[in-house]
């Protein structure tokens, strides 16, 4: 059986040292998104008016998606529609086996990783190369991302030298991330100039123009769609915003709630092929339509996959992203994961002490939390809780719906941690195994009430 | 004004004090206080596992018993939260309201309802403030890190009229512990070093005292504490607000 998330963050933490590494790096990019926010005294209304505008858009998608689908046709663009992740995967093959072309950059595109294509595509003798650097390192280690916007982040410099040492060249020991960097971007240059195929991710489309944003820190998605023959775009139908003038209200949000910059480094808009350029857009479903019509779920769509959820979940920071065991990780993941398969993400949900710092820095205002408890509902009335759970579940109704039976079963627990503790100290008791279980009292507060005060 | 006393099940079994201290210092403010005897739990143990179809028992069980008051009143931010936001009776939903409007934290009621401006109480003592999640984002008992918006908080308001009373400051001033109901045993490594790294920023700042609006957060905390031999103590608000007077 696979290992679930309490079981692969177990594991995390077997390194303490390192979850406290883990947990502080993210933590410090927590800190200069709160900075960055707090730069802008209408952060509030910001966070109001983009949920707003994203609730207008999914209330009406179908329409806002043709109208996209036609301007953008008018642009010049081929605009491809995928229900699921194995279609997208067929068409992106197919235009690139049409073109003839085996090898092609993709900059980071969080919907590939979800629609698996980069396997897809190597079994089909199509080679990807990552060229966002995050992404390259993981692709490198033969790992998936472990964070939406930092991918590499549950990795140490020293274990990017090594990789690079391997796989690029780099002298060994060596780990200053400048000359890793100056490494990676020399291989990377070779890449780009080569490719025919350039694939990448899309941040947000505007009905209206037909055009569509991407927001790189590093430029790798303009350097691959401006010198490949072919560029194919791949979004989920969720990243739609109606009017150029909403992309203000995003951009604004976006960097600083994901790293704490006031903007990406580059916001390139592509709206029409180049003389002797072809530009495919694939819109792709694959659960989307289901999450729309789950009412209580609906609002998870409005995600611009910033990550700030992640960087502040102190799960998350203590868990690492790949106990997600999913393509996107944290609490945005853990309420969009079920939608995909119940079965495989059940544990996702209960991933979460509900705090709620989620659903405060989220830009679009999603009730994660909220969400995550509603998730919980559906699951478990699903079935996905297992007959053991469920039974205690009865027995705990039982006690506590019968004052009687409460009662006496206080009194008894109580008895039993003072007079045979052994029976909850012990390695059987979760508990226990890092916390001593709390004093017993001789008197209940009810007891103690009864005794004190008239009744 | 009648106020009823609902002090949660591991309160009412583990941390009787803190359910005394609750009572006496609204009795201490003129408050006429009644403890109903058949009270158990709010059912947030099983609807936070998935299960809040199975809690009807104790929904019926609550309105029962807490219907007729002016006001419920709990030192539990968390209980209170799950109060305020799951309690629902398909047969008796307009009761079901009411009770969900008149619940209280005790650190609100005092500043919101009873607008305490002063406390008889001395505790010369290092504190730390625990924000307990659940009163703080849920049922807004301070502002939040995450926010741009006003600083405020009600615990510190009260703790601020303690005699000789020396709160510390903390390197996080508003991280969970990372208790979260079952998710203490579910997901038992992070919640430890949820836990661990709680007391840890406590004890770093000379805390003498851990105190917060939940005693669940403290008694994971207090697991921590003792499991590590520690000296410092996790006490419940009001027993600091009722303390030495």
Same mark, same amino acid.
């Given at each position: 059986?696979?290992?679930d998330h309490a079981?692969?963050s177990?594991?995390?933490?077997?390194?303490?040292?390192?979850?406290?590494?883990?947990?502080?790096?993210?933590?410090?990019?927590?800190?200069?998104?709160?900075?960055?926010?707090?730069?802008?005294?209408?952060?509030? =209304?910001?966070?109001?008016?983009?949920?707003?505008?994203?609730?207008?858009?999914?209330?009406?998608?179908?329409?806002?998606?043709?109208?996209?689908?036609?301007?953008?046709?008018?642009?010049? /663009?081929?605009?491809?529609?995928?229900?699921?992740?194995? =279609?997208?995967?067929?068409?992106?093959?197919? /235009?690139?086996?049409?073109?003839?072309?085996?090898?092609?950059?993709?900059?980071?595109?969080?919907?590939?990783?979800?629609?698996?294509?980069?396997?897809?595509?190597?079994?089909?003798?199509?080679?990807?190369?990552?060229?966002?650097?995050?992404?390259?390192?993981?692709?490198?280690?033969?790992?998936?991302?472990?964070?939406?916007?930092?991918?590499?982040?549950?990795?140490?410099?020293?274990?990017?030298?090594?990789?690079?040492?391997?796989?690029?060249?780099?002298?060994?020991?060596?780990?200053?991330?400048?000359?890793?960097?100056?490494?990676?971007?020399?291989?990377?240059?070779?890449?780009?100039?080569?490719?025919?195929?350039?694939?990448?991710?899309?941040?947000?489309?505007?009905?209206?123009?037909?055009?569509?944003?991407?927001?790189?820190?590093?430029?790798?998605?303009?350097?691959?769609?401006?010198?490949?023959?072919?560029?194919?775009?791949?979004?989920? /139908?969720?990243?739609?915003?109606?009017?150029?003038?909403?992309?203000?209200?995003?951009?604004?949000?976006?960097?600083?709630?994901?790293?704490?910059?006031?903007?990406?480094?580059?916001?390139?808009?592509?709206?029409?092929?180049?003389?002797?350029?072809?530009?495919?857009?694939?819109?792709?479903?694959?659960?989307?339509?289901?999450?729309?019509?789950? =009412?209580e779920f609906?609002?998870?769509?409005?995600?611009?996959?910033?990550?700030?959820c992640?960087?502040?979940c102190p799960v998350y920071?203590?868990s690492?992203?790949?106990?997600?065991?999913?393509?996107?990780?944290g609490p945005?993941?853990a309420i969009?994961a079920p939608?995909?398969?119940m079965?495989?993400y059940a544990d996702l949900p209960f991933a979460s002490t509900l705090c709620g710092s989620c659903s405060n820095?989220?830009?679009?205002?999603?009730d994660i939390h909220d969400q995550l408890y509603k998730w919980r509902q559906v699951l478990m009335k699903d079935g996905q809780g297992g007959?053991m759970k469920t039974a205690s579940m009865k027995v705990m109704n039982f006690t506590l719906s019968?004052?009687?039976?409460y009662?006496?079963?206080?009194?008894?627990?109580?008895?039993?941690?003072?007079?045979?503790?052994?029976?909850?100290?012990?390695?059987?008791?979760p508990w226990?195994?890092?916390r001593?279980?709390?004093?017993?009292?001789?008197?209940?507060?009810?007891?103690?009430?009864?005794?004190?005060?008239?009744? | 004004?009648?106020?009823?006393?609902f002090i949660p099940c591991y309160v009412d079994q583990f941390?009787?004090?803190?359910?005394?201290?609750?009572?006496?210092?609204?009795?201490?403010?003129?408050?006429?206080?009644?403890?109903?005897?058949?009270q158990t739990c709010c059912g947030q143990p099983m609807a936070n596992s998935g299960y809040e179809h199975l809690t009807e028992g104790c929904n019926r069980l609550f309105?029962?018993?807490?219907?007729?008051?002016?006001?419920?009143?709990s030192p539990s931010g968390s209980c209170v939260l799950h109060v305020k936001d799951h309690l629902h009776l398909?047969?008796?939903?307009?009761?079901a309201?009411?009770v969900r409007?008149?619940v209280?934290e005790?650190?609100?009621?005092?500043?919101?309802?009873?607008?305490?401006?002063?406390?008889?109480?001395?505790?010369?003592?290092?504190?730390?403030?625990h924000q307990s999640c659940h009163g703080q984002r849920g049922l807004?008992l301070?502002?939040?890190?995450?926010?741009?918006?006003?600083?405020?908080?009600?615990?510190?308001?009260?703790?601020?009229?303690?005699?000789?009373?020396?709160?510390?400051?903390?390197?996080?001033?508003?991280?969970c512990c990372g208790f979260g109901g079952t998710f203490c045993v579910t997901e038992e490594a992070v919640s430890v070093?949820m836990g661990?790294?709680?007391?840890?920023?406590?004890?770093?700042?000379?805390?003498?005292?851990?105190?917060g609006t939940d005693m669940s957060c403290l008694m994971h905390m207090?697991g921590?504490?003792?499991?590590?031999?520690?000296?410092?103590?996790?006490?419940?608000?009001?027993?600091?607000?009722?303390?030495?007077?």
């Amino acid at each position: 059986m696979k290992k679930d998330h309490a079981q692969l963050s177990a594991d995390f933490n077997a390194n303490e040292p390192r979850v406290n590494w883990h947990d502080e790096t993210l933590w410090w990019i927590r800190q200069k998104r709160d900075k960055a926010a707090n730069t802008l005294p209408e952060w509030e =209304e910001l966070r109001e008016a983009a949920s707003a505008v994203k609730y207008h858009t999914l209330s009406n998608l179908s329409e806002y998606l043709q109208q996209f689908e036609a301007n953008a046709h008018r642009n010049g /663009i081929t605009v491809h529609w995928a229900a699921d992740a194995a =279609e997208h995967n067929h068409i992106v093959c197919t /235009i690139l086996k049409e073109q003839g072309i085996k090898r092609i950059v993709k900059s980071k595109s969080m919907l590939t990783e979800e629609c698996h294509l980069n396997p897809y595509l190597a079994e089909n003798g199509i080679e990807v190369i990552d060229t966002d650097l995050g992404e390259r390192i993981v692709q490198l280690a033969d790992e998936p991302p472990s964070h939406i916007v930092l991918p590499c982040i549950h990795k140490k410099k020293e274990e990017i030298g090594e990789l690079f040492h391997e796989h690029l060249g780099t002298a060994k020991g060596e780990a200053d991330p400048q000359v890793l960097t100056a490494a990676a971007r020399l291989h990377l240059r070779e890449t780009f100039l080569t490719r025919r195929g350039a694939l990448t991710g899309v941040n947000f489309a505007i009905a209206e123009t037909g055009e569509f944003v991407v927001c790189t820190n590093e430029g790798n998605a303009d350097m691959g769609a401006h010198l490949a023959d072919v560029h194919i775009a791949c979004m989920g /139908i969720e990243k739609l915003i109606p009017l150029r003038q909403h992309l203000g209200i995003y951009l604004r949000l976006l960097t600083r709630s994901a790293t704490g910059q006031p903007q990406t480094t580059y916001s390139s808009h592509f709206r029409s092929p180049r003389p002797g350029q072809q530009m495919h857009i694939v819109l792709v479903d694959n659960g989307r339509s289901t999450q729309l019509g789950r =009412e209580e779920f609906r609002n998870s769509l409005k995600c611009i996959r910033c990550g700030a959820c992640m960087n502040t979940c102190p799960v998350y920071r203590r868990s690492g992203g790949h106990s997600y065991h999913t393509a996107i990780a944290g609490p945005i993941g853990a309420i969009l994961a079920p939608n995909l398969d119940m079965k495989q993400y059940a544990d996702l949900p209960f991933a979460s002490t509900l705090c709620g710092s989620c659903s405060n820095v989220c830009p679009v205002k999603i009730d994660i939390h909220d969400q995550l408890y509603k998730w919980r509902q559906v699951l478990m009335k699903d079935g996905q809780g297992g007959a053991m759970k469920t039974a205690s579940m009865k027995v705990m109704n039982f006690t506590l719906s019968s004052p009687g039976v409460y009662r006496t079963a206080g009194k008894a627990g109580r008895w039993f941690l003072r007079n045979v503790p052994f029976v909850v100290n012990n390695p059987l008791n979760p508990w226990y195994k890092q916390r001593d279980m709390p004093e017993a009292p001789q008197q209940s507060f009810g007891e103690w009430y009864k005794q004190n005060r008239k009744q | 004004m009648r106020v009823g006393l609902f002090i949660p099940c591991y309160v009412d079994q583990f941390y009787p004090n803190a359910g005394i201290a609750t009572l006496q210092l609204l009795e201490k403010l003129g408050v006429e206080v009644v403890y109903p005897a058949n009270q158990t739990c709010c059912g947030q143990p099983m609807a936070n596992s998935g299960y809040e179809h199975l809690t009807e028992g104790c929904n019926r069980l609550f309105v029962d018993q807490f219907g007729d008051f002016d006001y419920i009143v709990s030192p539990s931010g968390s209980c209170v939260l799950h109060v305020k936001d799951h309690l629902h009776l398909h047969d008796r939903e307009a009761e079901a309201t009411v009770v969900r409007s008149k619940v209280w934290e005790i650190t609100a009621f005092l500043t919101d309802v009873l607008k305490v401006e002063k406390l008889p109480g001395r505790f010369p003592h290092k504190v730390g403030l625990h924000q307990s999640c659940h009163g703080q984002r849920g049922l807004k008992l301070a502002s939040m890190s995450e926010l741009v918006a006003p600083k405020f908080s009600k615990p510190l308001q009260l703790l601020n009229m303690v005699e000789g009373l020396e709160l510390i400051p903390l390197k996080r001033e508003d991280e969970c512990c990372g208790f979260g109901g079952t998710f203490c045993v579910t997901e038992e490594a992070v919640s430890v070093k949820m836990g661990k790294d709680r007391v840890e920023d406590h004890l770093e700042h000379g805390a003498e005292y851990i105190t917060g609006t939940d005693m669940s957060c403290l008694m994971h905390m207090e697991g921590i504490l003792r499991r590590k031999n520690s000296n410092v103590k996790v006490m419940h608000i009001a027993e600091i607000l009722n303390a030495g007077s």
